[in-house]
């Protein structure tokens, strides 16, 4: 495997910047996730790495190895695509195989490396059936398999769980984050879903216009957020405004016993695992009520009108119109500099 790093990378269209100047590196054996909203510039990092993009300015490094201009054949990139791209005139075995025949692997050591791909994936008996034939769960695993049999420099998999059901997504990220881990495959991993990301990824990267906004593993990203974008995309926040002075904030409403970097007007990052209803000195009214089974989502206007979501156990009977009291935990927010 390689590590992978993208130098002052940017990619533009006419007068549209898709990706404007990133530098990242994807470090040998790691699996990193890239999260952002729709045009973000997320696909078009990627299919740059690959190589079906060429970069405006900036580079694309494997292992150190300047591989800007290298077409996508010579970069030996794993792809997987949220459209599993399988051949039906083929089995399984096949699919699988057919990277390594390109390449020039002769036929027994292409058919055993398929096999113990299968075997691995937990697909063994599918081997001579059609993908016509499968789940998309199975397609899935076949177009991983396929895409891991070429023995990748490294693995580029762009949205790969989207359409599948929430159950089957769940059972897929945690065995095949898994098996990327055992594996140690350095790994680009695009999707919109937050916690596919912070399940699967060993890093995440946030963008934002097609810039990098954020960095890091996933509890530090979630709990030290940058800045608001980050605060407000990864997970959910409330952003209160407040005054920092030796080592308080003033909300206004409520006064919390954390520092800021500097004294002055800050916002705090407020994750709704961070309030306590039952007690404590603030009140809020509750505006909205949504049960959803073992929790209970309530929308609650703060004293200063601030509207912020508040979590409680789904057998709290809360309805619109109550008023609660509140505490916030202070080692659960984090002070962002005011812009």
Same mark, same amino acid.
């Given at each position: 495997?390689?590590?992978? @790093?993208?130098?002052?990378?940017?990619?533009?269209?006419?007068?549209?910047?898709?990706?404007?100047?990133?530098?990242?590196?994807?470090?040998?054996?790691?699996?990193?996730?890239?999260?952002?909203?729709?045009?973000?510039?997320?696909?078009?990092?990627?299919?740059? #790495?690959?190589?079906?993009?060429?970069?405006?300015?900036?580079?694309?490094?494997?292992?150190?190895?300047?591989?800007?201009?290298?077409?996508?054949?010579?970069?030996?990139?794993?792809?997987?695509?949220?459209?599993?791209?399988?051949?039906?005139?083929?089995?399984?075995?096949?699919?699988?195989?057919?990277?390594?025949?390109?390449?020039?692997?002769?036929?027994?050591? !292409?058919?055993?490396?398929?096999?113990?791909?299968?075997?691995?994936?937990?697909?063994?008996?599918?081997?001579?059936? !059609?993908?016509?034939?499968?789940?998309?769960?199975?397609?899935?695993?076949?177009?991983?398999?396929?895409?891991?049999?070429?023995?990748?420099?490294?693995?580029?998999?762009?949205?790969?769980?989207?359409?599948?059901?929430?159950?089957?997504?769940?059972?897929?990220?945690?065995?095949?984050?898994?098996?990327?881990?055992?594996?140690?495959?350095? *790994?680009?991993?695009?999707?919109?879903?937050?916690?596919? *990301?912070?399940?699967?990824?060993?890093? #995440?990267?946030?963008?934002?216009?097609?810039?990098?906004?954020?960095?890091?593993?996933?509890?530090?990203?979630?709990?030290?957020?940058?800045?608001?974008?980050? *605060?407000?995309?990864?997970?959910? @926040?409330?952003?209160?405004?407040?005054?920092?002075?030796?080592?308080?904030?003033?909300?206004?409403?409520?006064?919390?016993?954390?520092?800021?970097?500097?004294?002055?007007?800050?916002?705090?990052?407020?994750?709704?695992?961070?309030?306590?209803?039952?007690?404590?000195?603030?009140?809020?009214?509750?505006?909205?009520?949504?049960?959803?089974?073992?929790?209970?989502?309530?929308?609650?206007?703060?004293?200063?009108?601030?509207?912020?979501?508040?979590?409680?156990?789904?057998?709290?009977?809360?309805?619109?119109?109550?008023?609660?009291?509140?505490?916030?935990?202070?080692?659960?927010?984090?002070?962002?500099? @005011?812009?």
């Amino acid at each position: 495997m390689s590590d992978v @790093s993208l130098e002052s990378l940017t990619k533009a269209y006419g007068d549209e910047v898709a990706v404007d100047g990133i530098d990242l590196t994807i470090r040998d054996g790691e699996i990193l996730g890239v999260v952002g909203p729709s045009g973000c510039g997320k696909t078009t990092t990627l299919r740059t #790495i690959a190589g079906f993009e060429t970069p405006t300015q900036g580079r694309v490094l494997f292992d150190g190895v300047d591989v800007t201009h290298v077409p996508p054949e010579e970069r030996n990139v794993g792809l997987v695509f949220q459209s599993y791209a399988l051949f039906d005139t083929m089995t399984v075995r096949e699919n699988v195989a057919f990277g390594p025949k390109m390449h020039g692997v002769p036929k027994a050591e !292409r058919r055993k490396r398929a096999d113990e791909l299968l075997a691995m994936l937990d697909i063994a008996e599918l081997a001579d059936r !059609r993908p016509t034939t499968l789940s998309g769960g199975q397609q899935q695993r076949v177009g991983l398999a396929r895409a891991l049999a070429i023995e990748p420099h490294v693995l580029l998999l762009d949205e790969p769980m989207t359409g599948l059901d929430a159950e089957l997504k769940t059972r897929l990220r945690d065995e095949i984050g898994g098996l990327l881990a055992d594996l140690e495959v350095t *790994a680009l991993y695009v999707t919109h879903d937050q916690e596919e *990301a912070m399940a699967m990824c060993d890093r #995440i990267a946030v963008l934002a216009d097609g810039t990098l906004e954020q960095v890091g593993p996933p509890a530090e990203i979630y709990r030290r957020p940058a800045n608001p974008f980050v *605060a407000n995309f990864v997970g959910s @926040s409330t952003l209160l405004e407040g005054v920092a002075e030796n080592g308080h904030v003033d909300l206004g409403f409520a006064e919390l016993p954390v520092a800021a970097r500097t004294d002055g007007e800050v916002r705090v990052a407020v994750r709704p695992e961070a309030f306590e209803i039952g007690s404590g000195p603030i009140r809020a009214d509750v505006a909205d009520v949504t049960y959803l089974g073992e929790r209970t989502h309530l929308s609650a206007t703060l004293p200063d009108e601030t509207t912020v979501t508040l979590r409680a156990d789904g057998l709290d009977g809360y309805r619109a119109g109550d008023a609660v009291s509140l505490s916030i935990d202070e080692d659960r927010v984090h002070v962002l500099e @005011s812009e």
